[in-house]
């Protein structure tokens, strides 16, 4: 616990040195900064908390599901973006065109990965086993801004300014057994406990929703 303590500290002190938040036009929060109203999780709720403006991830595997009234929680073109910090080994990641499960990793929808120092391989930015990185942008113990863009078929990935990820889905693809709803559709985002020795720090989680 004085382990979890510490990074919590670390965290706020980063969270009050940097700049106000500033919503632009068109920039809708999803995350109150205070509760987990309008989020969803199933199994394994404790893994997430809120303290100091943040959604603190740690605990056992489990999936918080954006479960409120924003375009009734259903986006298909959009820009998302939110600020992580991850500690090291941490593994997490932001799912997209997802939606609600109990348990077990969500089905349905891209995973965009958050893992600079974990023993996978696939890091930060990635479209999990879909298109996957191995360079390593950001730093653990450092807040970035992820910037994730759907438009039609294409996902962009940003990590704070740099493009890390540009992605075109195939017509008519076609996934493995086990992953056939691994595809662009629509659906909701979902934030990731990937193991009890993550620990993982989102917070300004937001979306501007495109035609």
Sequence with gaps: MKKINYCCFIACLLLSCSASKQHAKGWISLFDGKTLN?????????????????IIVHGK?????????VLDHNFKNFEFKADVM????????????????????????Y??????????????????????????????NEWFTMYITVEGKRVLVKLNDKVVLDYTEPDNVKR??????????????????HDPKSLTFFKNIMVKPLR
């Excluded at 309008?38 to 943040?54: I, L």
């Design 111 to 140: 995973e965009v990965q958050v893992n600079n120092s974990h023993t996978d391989w696939i890091r930060t930015g990635s479209l999990y086993g879909i298109d996957n990185i191995k360079e390593v942008y950001v730093k653990d």
């Design 61 to 69: 595997t489990a999936h918080l599901f954006y479960d409120g009234p």
């Design 86 to 109: 991850t500690h090291k080994g941490t593994n997490s990641g932001i799912y997209i065109h997802t939606g609600y499960q109990q348990g077990g990793w969500p089905s349905k929808g």
């Design 176 to 193: 493995e057994k086990g992953d056939e709803e691994r595809v662009l559709s629509s659906g909701t985002f979902a934030l990731q406990g």
């Design 38 to 54: 309008n989020w969803k999780v199933g199994d394994n709720a404790e893994t997430f908390s809120v303290d100091s403006g943040m």
